[in-house]
């Protein structure tokens, strides 16, 4: 009972704070990611025996096993009004435990600061979109977004695969059924082949994460569907190129042609804290597949694409760094944070003065 009281007040301190991540770690007091920094949570340092025996708590029977075998386990659980995605590994021979809180309500577009062009995408029938950025930067809220407004405004079926399931849908208009790897599924490749056997309208892959993935992702947009998916990539424009070089190169004409066809574009987001100490503020680079986006990545010519995004502003394109530009001038955001995440920090200088 004391171990439990004493994870329930980690995890209550943690939403109380609005923090999105907690770190349990052997010889530490626990860790809080609060709007993208850590810090150290006061309730003291956990003995390596007292950190596995919480996070043994947030364990089902089957996962404990997983982690004796593979060393690592993913799953998810609700904790009073939050989901939490979990990760739980071993680290110098210690059990570690990382915990994602993912709030019970799904914003809107507008909520987040999505740019209006989202609603297009989701307005679409077929094609792939790609939400891309590094880890901790909202691109499965943005995705939950995406399905919640269709689940909201049309009658479809939402198939959502992934490991572990993150945000939890009801049915509104659309019906949606979440599979969850090892759950519901024992195989995420099998669970993406079986995706065009149950009848869906729109398909969520949780991440694009090997050779196998990125197949399926492309045959289910191939097949007329509309598709979202997750990558860690660090620009709208390098995205395309990252997909073709996974594949060997005697893939690599034929993938160009595919994605060229199904791709209808790449939002590329980060979280960047703002100048008042307070919050982040959503900033999105997006790339619209129009029809040069697609003879650039047909004629292997992506390293184009930046200039493309830079002078179609007209069809709801724009670049990360006009993105951050117009913060900083808007006073949102500093400078000096800014130019950390700036893709070409002189250029950028010479936007804002």
């Not at 399931?165 to 669970?191: C, H, P, V, W």
Request: charged share 25%.
């Amino acid at each position: 009972m004391e171990n439990i009281s004493r994870l329930k007040e980690i995890f209550q301190k943690a939403v109380e704070l609005k923090a999105s991540d907690v770190h349990i770690l052997a010889n530490e007091a626990p860790v809080f990611r609060i709007d993208g920094k850590l810090s150290k949570h006061d309730g003291g340092v956990l003995s390596a025996k007292e950190s596995e025996d919480l996070i043994s708590l947030t364990l089902r029977p089957e996962y404990i096993e997983r982690l004796k075998v593979e060393k690592e386990v993913d799953f998810s659980f609700n904790f009073e009004s939050a989901r939490v995605r979990a990760n739980v590994y071993f680290e110098s021979g210690a059990v570690a435990g990382s915990y994602r809180f993912i709030p019970a309500d799904i914003l809107s577009f507008e909520d987040l600061g999505l740019p209006p062009i989202m609603q297009e995408f989701a307005n679409r029938e077929q094609g792939l979109l790609i939400i891309t950025g590094p880890t901790g930067h909202g691109k499965s809220t943005t995705i939950a977004a995406l399905i919640e407004y269709i689940n909201q405004s049309k009658m479809k079926h939402i198939v959502t695969i992934e490991d572990p399931t993150e945000y939890i849908f009801k049915n509104s208009k659309s019906i949606i059924s979440q599979r969850e790897f090892g759950t519901d599924t024992l195989s995420f490749t099998r669970a993406l082949r079986s995706a065009l056997r149950e009848d869906p309208d729109v398909v969520f892959v949780g991440e694009m994460r090997d050779l196998e993935t990125f197949e399926a992702v492309l045959t289910i947009a191939e097949t007329g569907h509309l598709i979202f998916t997750t990558l860690h990539t660090n620009s709208a424009a390098q995205t395309p190129k990252r997909i073709i070089d996974v594949f060997p190169k005697s893939q690599q004409d034929q993938v160009r042609q595919q994605l060229s066809n199904v791709i209808s574009g790449v939002i590329s987001q980060r979280l960047i804290p703002k100048a008042s100490g307070k919050g982040r503020v959503l900033a999105c680079e997006i790339l619209v597949a129009n029809s040069a986006v697609r003879n650039l990545i047909r004629e292997d010519k992506i390293h184009q694409i930046q200039s493309t995004i830079q002078t179609s502003a007209s069809e709801g394109m724009i670049t990360l760094d006009k993105v951050l530009a117009d913060f900083v001038s808007r006073g949102e955001i500093t400078l000096e944070e800014a130019l950390k995440w700036s893709d070409d920090p002189k250029q950028f200088k010479q936007m804002v003065f």
